[in-house]
């Protein structure tokens, strides 16, 4: 393991708002997406990134940063960002801005893996003991149905570090009709690692266009609208956009800490084999020795689905937990080796 490098295990933050977005007619309106470009860069300055490509649809936008991904909807922000960005510094501005919309924050939910250089993070990422410090310092008081907990597993480098917090007591909160997934993976196939540096000093949208077909990963959904960027010298990262629903990669693929992200939305709704085929297809494209899962509100039929799903591609489930968390509700967090490795 290198000493130090890029960081890619990302942090996440999701924030829901309330307040009347719509018209006199009771049309929608755009919520949160009447933020200006002014405004985000301002919050991204925060952070310490910057955007490098951007789409929308009807339901929300996408925007690939230059370290990871920003999705906006009208009520709904959620940014992921890797390296040494300073994530939770979006937090005054994001409510800020919001406010000056008519919007104030419902919930706020904070997850992230374990770093792989911890001691290069900077402020208020140090430990998670300081970001829940951070986050509860910025957050309004009567988000008062709080819980941070580390989620453990049997391997040493992995634990999932989770923050919800909320104005809604646990009976009273939403039903939610869709789940979130979240995919960490280490130690990526060195040969597939390879196709994600630039060739011929090629970067950019076209360079990742290119990746995304030479790799496979415009096959994980077929029916997604991809917005794919490639880093010079090395590193990728796509949004994905089908309906109201995205999803993200990111890649880090220098050798000794290579990694891979993806994540994606699910429904209630969909056929639970549906969410386990996407998966298989996210991790069937990086070949890792290592993954992680972590699964917000989602059913027990596909966790358990999870884990035989992996099971052909060469990877054993090391272990599950889940906990309870307000907003967020059960979380569930599992990993998985190569079975050749103990």
């Given amino acids: 393991m290198a000493v130090s490098g890029f960081e890619g295990f990302e942090k996440r933050l999701e924030l829901h708002f309330f307040g009347d977005i719509d ?10 997406r009447l933020l200006d470009f002014e405004s985000l860069e301002q919050v991204l300055l925060a952070v310490q990134c910057t955007v490098v490509s951007a789409v929308g649809n009807p339901f929300f936008d996408a925007y690939v940063l230059s370290e990871s991904s920003l999705f906006v909807y009208p009520t709904k922000i959620i940014i992921k960002t890797c390296g040494t960005t300073q994530l939770l510094k979006s937090i005054p501005p994001l409510i800020h801005f919001a406010n000056n919309l008519g919007l104030t924050l419902q919930t706020c939910s904070y997850t992230r893996g374990n770093f792989i250089f911890p001691k290069s993070q900077p402020f208020p ?17 009567n988000l008062c149905y709080r819980k941070a907990s580390v989620m453990p597993s049997k391997l040493p480098a992995h634990s999932w570090h989770v923050f919800t917090a909320t104005l809604l007591p646990p009976l009273k909160s939403p039903h939610h009709a869709t789940f979130t997934v979240e995919v960490c993976m280490t130690e990526l196939d060195h040969l597939i690692a390879r196709k994600f540096f630039s060739r011929d000093s090629k970067t950019g949208d076209l360079a990742g266009r290119d990746m995304t077909e030479l ?21 990728y990262s796509m949004n994905g956009i089908d309906g109201d629903r995205y999803s993200t990669i ?18 209630v709704y969909d056929d639970p084999d ?3 085929e996407t998966l298989k297809k996210a991790v069937r494209v990086f070949m890792p ?26 990877l054993k489930c ?17 990993t998985f080796t190569a079975a050749r490795r103990k």
């Fill in 250 to 267: 990111h890649v880090t693929p220098e050798d000794g800490f290579s990694y891979a992200s993806f994540e994606c939305v699910g429904s």
């Fill in 23 to 32: 018209d006199d007619d009771g049309n929608n309106m755009l919520g949160l």
């Fill in 289 to 314: 020795a290592t993954v992680s899962i972590s699964t917000t509100r989602c059913s027990r039929e596909v966790w358990t689905k999870v884990a035989r799903a992996l099971q052909p591609l060469g």
């Fill in 274 to 276: 549906d969410i386990v």
């Fill in 125 to 141: 990422h140090t430990s998670f003991q300081e970001e829940v410090i951070y986050i509860e310092h910025n957050i309004p008081n």
């Fill in 318 to 334: 090391r272990s599950f937990v889940m906990d309870e968390f307000p907003a967020a509700g059960t979380i569930s967090y599992q």
């Fill in 215 to 235: 790799t496979g990963i415009d096959t994980i959904n077929a029916g997604a609208f991809i917005c794919d960027f490639a880093f010079d010298p090395c590193g």
